[in-house]
């Protein structure tokens, strides 16, 4: 786990396109989260939790501090399957990858291992799915938040 500096983004965004960081030899991020990442989260955590709890958690992602994770961890932690290359949405972000598209960082609710819950890709999936297939050990930037 890394936190990005702003110091280190302010240089990148000198050196690279506006707004975009490289966490990794391949995959230009977006500085920022897109605002509609976060309904995307809001409509998937909303079949699993409570209407209140999700705002909550909707809120404080909107504040969260961005953190780095490896793709392949993401995947292990969420329990979910990598998906295909023809998938379309896999295979839309790998053409940003290749084109040096910036993506967007990911949003996380995090899992509880004493539970047996694992973490939940609120926003981000796809992007975690193409970032793997360049490299299993993608930085990822990610906002993690608890429910």
């Known amino acids: 786990m890394a936190h990005i500096k702003r110091s280190d983004i302010e240089a990148d965004r000198?050196?690279?396109?506006?707004?975009?960081?490289?966490?990794?030899?391949?995959?230009?991020?977006?500085?920022?989260?897109?605002?509609?990442?976060?309904?995307?989260?809001?409509?998937?955590?909303?079949?699993?939790?409570?209407?209140?709890?999700?705002?909550?958690?909707?809120?404080?992602?909107?504040?969260?501090?961005?953190?780095?994770?490896?793709?392949?961890?993401i995947l292990r932690a969420a329990r979910l399957p990598l998906l295909g290359k023809k998938n379309p949405h896999v295979a839309s972000d790998l053409e940003k990858i290749h084109t040096g598209q910036a993506l967007s960082p990911i949003l996380l609710v995090r899992g509880d291992i004493s539970r047996s819950r694992p973490l939940q890709i609120a926003d981000g999936y796809h992007r975690v799915c193409a970032c793997y297939r360049t490299d299993e050990n993608t930085d990822i930037p990610c906002v993690v938040v608890d429910l």
């Open 14 to 73: 000198q050196s690279k396109k506006i707004g975009a960081v490289e966490s990794s030899g391949r995959v230009l991020w977006r500085q920022a989260l897109q605002e509609h990442d976060y309904p995307a989260a809001q409509s998937y955590l909303s079949l699993l939790a409570p209407a209140d709890a999700v705002m909550a958690t909707v809120e404080r992602m909107r504040h969260g501090t961005v953190t780095l994770y490896k793709a392949k961890d």
